[in-house]
C-alpha cells in the first residue's frame, strides 16, 4: 500500500491484494518468534506457547450483505468464522468467545433477536459461549444495518499449520464447494435455479476433532476456504508450503444448483467463499482412515480427497479438468464483496 | 462430477474428448514439423479453450493460434480516446468493465474517473439507457464496444425510443470483413477459421460461405464447451487434409443457415458497415458498424463534436507500441509467449497492452491458464 493509494473492495477479497495490504500495513514490522504464531506467519490464527500447549487466538469481523440469508444469518457466521479459524490451527475446544456488536441506529429489535438466537445456537452446536462483548450504536446510514466480531481462544495439543504439507500429501475437503458464496449471491440478486441453496455456514470444530483423533500427526496442514475460496486458500498453502497442487476436477464435490448457478453467471466455484468447510493436507497412508472420520460426521458426508502435491510447479495450482490441465488463478477482484 | 452433482454435462463428456484429441493427433502426425494452423477469431473460445485445459493436449501437428477476437483489445486508441475525452470534459459516460483500463494514447477512463470524471460501469446497453432516464436533466453516453452480438443489444435499445439526454459513441466491429484481411496477411498463413457460435447464432452461417469461395479456406462454426471446439478443430482437419474447403456447423443446437433474421433486420436497421482501424491489426474495410443517418440525432460524436474537437488537437505522445506486441498476437503472428513483456513488465495488475487487460484477451488469459505450458507434474 503507497501513501497515494486509496483501499478498494478488492483489498477485502482475500486475494493477493489483501494479503499485500496486510503484509506491507498490518504486519510489516511483525518479527517471526520460536515460541509464538503471529502476524509474520499470516496464519489463520495467532497461537503462544503456554506449559507443552498451545494458546491460540483469533478475531473475526462480520459484514454479510444481507444480515440473513438461505441456510444462516450473521449470528451463525460470526460464531463459526472465529471457531472454525481455531479449529483449523488445532485447537477444536474453543474456551469461549467475545463479541462486538456495531448496529445501526433503527435496526429492528426482531431481527436483534433472531440474531442472538443463532448465535446461541451456533454456540451450542460449538460447545462453547460467548463470556464478554461490547455493543455500539451508529446514526442512520452511517453504518449498513449490523456488524458483528467475534474474538475466540482455545487450546491445541499440536498447532496444524497452513505450511506444513509436502510431496505426496492427498489434498482433503470436509464437504461440497462454494454453497455460501452462491446462496449469498442468489438472495442479493434474486436469482433462482432448481434446486436448494442454502448456505453451509456451521462450526467445524468437532468434525476437525474427529478427523485429527483419526489422522493424527498425518494431518499436516488445514485451512478453511473462506474469502477467495479454495483457490486463494490453496495458494496460499501452495506458496508457504513450497510444493505445487494438482487438482482432479472430476473428484471436486459440488452440488447441483451451486454448479448451475456458477455455469449461469460466469464464476468459479474454487473462487467462492465456504463458510462450513476445511481443507486438509494429509500424508497418504492416513487418507483413508481421515476421510472415514470426516464422512461419519454429518458436516463431513460428502468429504473427497480433492488432488495432491507435488515437487514441480512450487506456490502454483492446476487443475486437472480430465481433458488437459490448467493453472487455477486466483481471483483479485470485486467478486462477492461482503460475503461473509 | 463427484455423488453430489448426478447432472451429465454431455458435452463435457472426457472419453469422447479423448477420442476426438486422438483422432487429431492421428490426422495431423504427417503435419507436426509444419503444424496444420487454424485460427480462432473469440476472446470466449480462447477463454474456452484454456479453462478445460485444452491447450495443454492438443496434438504437436496442430496449431490453434489466437486471432483478433478480444473486442476490448481491437478497440483503437483514439477512439478511446475520444470517450476519455468525454469524460473530462464533464459528461457522464458509460461503458462495460473491460473498457475501463484499456490505455488509449495518453490515459484510459479509469484514469480519467481517478481525476473525478464521472466513469459509469454498466453490464448492459439497457443498463446505461435506464440510467440516462433516471437522470434526465444530463447528458449520459454510453460507449458502446464489441461485435455484432453486442451492437444486437445497443439497436435493439435504440429502436424502443430512448430518453433524449442518451447517446452513444460507438466504437462496434464486424467480424467477418476482419477474417478477409487476416486470411490474406502473408505472415499469419492460416489455413482455417473457427468462427464463433454466439455471433454465428445471428449473422447465421451462410454468412461465411462467399468468404470460403473467395479464400478457398474452410469454416467451422463452433461452441463453447470442449466436445464443440474439438469438434470444431476435427471437421477443420478434415477438410485442410482433404483440400475441399466449405462451412461445418459444429454448434447446431444454437446456429442455422440463416441465424436470427429478427436481430439482423434490428442491426442493419440502426448500423451500416464502415471501415475503421482495428488496433494492432490494420485498416479494415467494412470492418466497423456506424449509426445510419436516420439515428445521428443519437451519435455523441455529432452531438459533443466541438468537444472532441478541441481534445483531438491535443497531439497524443509517441506510443511504446515497440515493446507491446499485442498487435501481433491478434493477427496471430506472435503468441504471448514471444512477448518480452509477458509475465515480466505487462500483468493484469499493471496491463501494458489491451490484450492483459480484458478477460477475452490472450495474454490474460494465458497469464491466468497457463497457455500452452503441458503443466506435467508428478502426481498420484
Same mark, same amino acid.
Given at each position: 500500500m503507497r501513501k497515494d493509494e486509496r483501499i478498494g473492495l478488492r483489498h477485502g477479497a482475500g486475494g493477493p491484494a489483501m494479503r499485500e495490504l496486510v503484509r506491507s500495513v498490518f504486519a510489516r514490522n511483525a518479527i517471526a518468534r520460536d515460541d509464538a504464531l503471529g502476524l509474520a506467519n499470516l496464519d489463520d490464527a495467532a497461537a503462544v506457547r503456554v506449559g507443552e500447549r498451545w494458546l491460540v487466538y483469533t478475531t473475526d469481523s462480520h459484514v454479510v450483505n444481507p444480515a440473513f440469508f438461505p441456510g444462516g444469518d450473521i449470528g451463525r457466521l460470526a460464531v463459526s468464522g472465529t471457531v472454525n479459524d481455531l479449529a483449523v490451527m488445532g485447537a477444536t475446544e474453543p474456551l469461549g468467545l467475545a463479541c462486538a456488536v456495531v448496529l445501526e441506529e433503527g435496526f429492528a429489535g426482531a431481527q436483534l433477536l433472531t440474531i442472538q438466537a443463532s448465535i446461541e445456537a451456533a454456540c451450542a452446536e460449538a460447545g462453547t459461549s460467548i463470556q464478554t462483548g461490547d455493543t455500539k450504536v451508529m446514526g442512520r446510514g452511517e453504518i449498513d444495518g449490523v456488524v458483528i466480531t467475534t474474538t475466540g481462544f482455545g487450546f491445541a495439543d499440536r498447532l496444524v499449520r497452513d505450511d506444513g504439507l509436502r510431496p505426496g500429501d492427498d489434498i482433503v475437503v470436509t464437504g461440497t464447494l462454494g454453497d455460501h458464496g452462491f446462496a449469498v449471491l442468489a438472495r442479493r440478486n434474486d436469482l433462482r435455479v432448481e434446486g436448494d441453496l442454502r448456505s453451509d455456514v456451521a462450526p467445524l470444530n468437532r468434525l476437525l476433532a474427529a478427523a485429527l483423533a483419526a489422522g493424527g500427526d498425518a494431518v499436516v496442514a488445514m485451512k478453511d476456504p473462506t474469502r477467495g475460496g479454495v483457490a486463494s486458500a490453496l495458494h496460499e498453502m501452495a506458496e508457504k508450503s513450497g510444493v505445487g497442487i494438482v487438482l482432479d476436477e472430476a473428484s471436486l464435490p459440488v452440488r447441483a444448483p451451486v454448479r448451475a448457478l456458477s455455469e449461469l453467471v460466469g464464476i468459479d466455484v474454487l473462487h467462492v467463499a465456504n463458510e462450513g468447510k476445511a481443507l486438509l493436507g494429509v500424508r497418504p497412508q492416513e487418507t483413508k482412515r481421515v476421510l472415514e472420520a470426516l464422512r461419519a460426521h454429518p458436516l463431513g458426508r460428502d468429504a473427497q480427497r480433492i488432488g495432491a502435491c507435488c515437487e514441480q510447479r512450487s506456490g502454483r495450482v492446476v487443475l486437472d479438468t480430465g481433458f488437459g490441465r490448467r493453472l487455477v488463478a486466483e481471483s483479485d477482484g470485486e467478486l462477492l464483496p461482503r460475503i461473509c | 462430477m463427484a455423488e453430489a452433482a448426478p447432472a451429465r454435462l454431455e458435452f463435457r463428456d472426457r472419453d469422447r474428448g479423448r477420442a476426438l484429441l486422438d483422432a487429431l493427433a492421428r490426422w495431423t502426425d504427417d503435419r507436426i514439423d509444419d503444424p496444420?494452423?487454424?485460427?480462432?477469431?473469440?476472446?470466449?473460445?480462447?477463454?474456452?479453450? @484454456? *479453462?478445460?485445459? #485444452? !491447450?495443454?493436449?492438443?496434438?504437436?501437428?496442430? *496449431?490453434?493460434?489466437?486471432?483478433?477476437?478480444?473486442?476490448?483489445?481491437?478497440?483503437?486508441?483514439?477512439?478511446?480516446?475520444?470517450?476519455?475525452?468525454?469524460?473530462?470534459?464533464?459528461?457522464?459516460?458509460?461503458? %462495460?468493465?473491460?473498457?475501463?483500463?484499456?490505455?488509449?494514447?495518453?490515459?484510459?477512463?479509469? =484514469?480519467? !474517473?481517478?481525476?473525478?470524471?464521472?466513469?459509469?460501469?454498466? %453490464?448492459?446497453?439497457?443498463?446505461?439507457?435506464?440510467?440516462?432516464?433516471?437522470?434526465? =436533466?444530463?447528458?449520459?453516453?454510453?460507449?458502446?464496444?464489441?461485435?455484432?452480438?453486442?451492437?444486437?443489444?445497443?439497436? @435493439?435499445?435504440?429502436?424502443?425510443?430512448?430518453?433524449?439526454?442518451?447517446?452513444?459513441?460507438?466504437?462496434?466491429? %464486424?467480424?467477418?470483413?476482419?477474417?478477409?484481411?487476416?486470411?490474406?496477411?502473408?505472415?499469419?498463413?492460416?489455413?482455417?477459421? #473457427?468462427?464463433?457460435?454466439?455471433?454465428?447464432?445471428?449473422?447465421?452461417?451462410?454468412?461465411?460461405?462467399?468468404?470460403?469461395? *473467395?479464400?478457398?479456406?474452410?469454416?467451422?462454426?463452433?461452441?463453447?464447451?470442449?466436445? =464443440?471446439?474439438?469438434?470444431?478443430? @476435427?471437421?477443420?482437419?478434415?477438410?485442410? !487434409?482433404?483440400?475441399?474447403?466449405?462451412? =461445418?456447423?459444429?454448434?447446431?443446437?444454437?446456429?442455422?443457415r440463416e441465424g436470427n433474421r429478427r436481430a439482423q433486420q434490428q442491426l442493419w436497421r440502426v448500423f451500416e458497415p464502415t471501415g475503421g482501424v482495428w488496433r494492432g491489426i490494420t485498416r479494415v474495410p467494412n470492418g466497423n458498424l456506424q449509426l445510419r443517418a436516420e439515428w445521428q440525432r443519437f451519435d455523441a460524436r455529432q452531438r459533443f463534436a466541438a468537444r472532441l474537437e478541441r481534445a483531438r488537437r491535443i497531439p497524443a505522445p509517441p506510443t511504446r507500441a515497440g515493446e507491446c506486441r499485442c498487435g501481433d498476437i491478434m493477427a496471430g503472428i506472435a503468441t504471448p509467449a514471444d512477448c518480452a513483456l509477458f509475465r515480466g513488465a505487462c500483468t493484469p495488475a499493471l496491463p501494458r497492452g489491451a490484450c492483459m487487460v480484458s478477460s477475452e484477451g490472450t495474454c490474460r488469459i494465458w497469464h491466468e491458464y497457463g497457455g500452452a505450458d503441458p503443466l506435467a507434474a508428478d502426481v498420484a
Open positions: - | 496444420v494452423s487454424i485460427m480462432h477469431v473469440c476472446g470466449s473460445h480462447e477463454q474456452a479453450i @484454456a *479453462r478445460f485445459g #485444452l !491447450r495443454s493436449v492438443l496434438p504437436p501437428g496442430l *496449431r490453434v493460434i489466437t486471432g483478433p477476437g478480444c473486442p476490448v483489445c481491437v478497440t483503437d486508441a483514439p477512439e478511446i480516446d475520444e470517450a476519455v475525452a468525454l469524460a473530462e470534459s464533464g459528461i457522464r459516460v458509460a461503458t %462495460y468493465g473491460d473498457m475501463l483500463r484499456v490505455p488509449g494514447s495518453r490515459s484510459s477512463l479509469a =484514469d480519467a !474517473r481517478g481525476e473525478g470524471a464521472r466513469v459509469e460501469v454498466v %453490464y448492459s446497453v439497457t443498463q446505461a439507457a435506464e440510467m440516462a432516464l433516471a437522470s434526465p =436533466d444530463e447528458p449520459l453516453v454510453f460507449f458502446a464496444t464489441g461485435f455484432e452480438t453486442t451492437a444486437v443489444a445497443t439497436a @435493439a435499445v435504440l429502436l424502443r425510443d430512448p430518453p433524449a439526454n442518451f447517446s452513444l459513441l460507438t466504437a462496434h466491429k %464486424y467480424i467477418p470483413p476482419v477474417m478477409e484481411i487476416v486470411a490474406e496477411m502473408p505472415a499469419t498463413r492460416v489455413e482455417g477459421f #473457427l468462427a464463433a457460435g454466439h455471433a454465428a447464432s445471428i449473422t447465421g452461417w451462410g454468412v461465411f460461405e462467399p468468404f470460403v469461395a *473467395r479464400h478457398g479456406l474452410p469454416v467451422a462454426i463452433g461452441g463453447f464447451e470442449p466436445l =464443440d471446439l474439438l469438434a470444431g478443430f @476435427a471437421a477443420l482437419v478434415e477438410r485442410i !487434409r482433404t483440400g475441399r474447403p466449405g462451412v =461445418d456447423n459444429c454448434f447446431p443446437r444454437m446456429v442455422t
